[in-house]
């Protein structure tokens, strides 16, 4: 390769002529080789490369995929196991709420007789018990 008035000669053909490459071009061309080499050195280039050349590299692949599908579908089990536990729990507190209210209402009535009973006993004087 020769510099020749501003472009650069790579080779010279049998008539004299030769290609000539501007340095605009000639950096272009080496930035695009230089991004190619960068894909080919990717993880993901080098992945690609290693199952076309590797039946033992595919082999482990699948079998961990096998084993992540089956850890999945026993997370699917499991989840589906929790939502039945959580709506069965649910309507547990929600009957147990009821309950609970209804035996909230009965302590502020025998609360109220308590006072009553325990005022009559100290000549009428209001009497009030703390708590519920």
């Known amino acids: 390769a020769e510099y020749m008035g501003g472009a650069i ?7 004299g002529g030769g290609l000539r490459l501007e340095p605009a071009t000639l950096d272009a061309y080496g930035k695009a080789v ?13 992945t690609l490369l290693t ?3 590797s039946q ?9 995929l096998h084993s992540r ?3 999945a579908a026993k997370l699917e089990a ?10 069965e729990a649910n309507e547990t507190m929600a009957r147990n709420r009821a309950a609970l209210t209804k035996c909230i209402d ?8 308590l006072e009553a009973a325990i005022g009559e006993r100290f000549k ?4 009030v018990v703390a708590g519920e």
């Open 78 to 87: 499991e989840v589906a196991g929790l939502d039945a536990r959580r709506a």
């Open 34 to 46: 230089g991004a190619a080499v960068a894909a080919l050195q990717s993880e993901s280039i080098a």
């Open 51 to 53: 199952l076309r050349n």
């Open 106 to 113: 009965a302590v502020v009535v025998l609360k109220a007789h």
């Open 124 to 127: 009428g004087r209001r009497v």
């Open 9 to 15: 000669v790579l080779a010279e053909d049998t008539r």
């Open 69 to 71: 599908l089956l850890s």
């Open 56 to 64: 033992r590299f595919v082999a482990r692949l699948s079998q961990s």
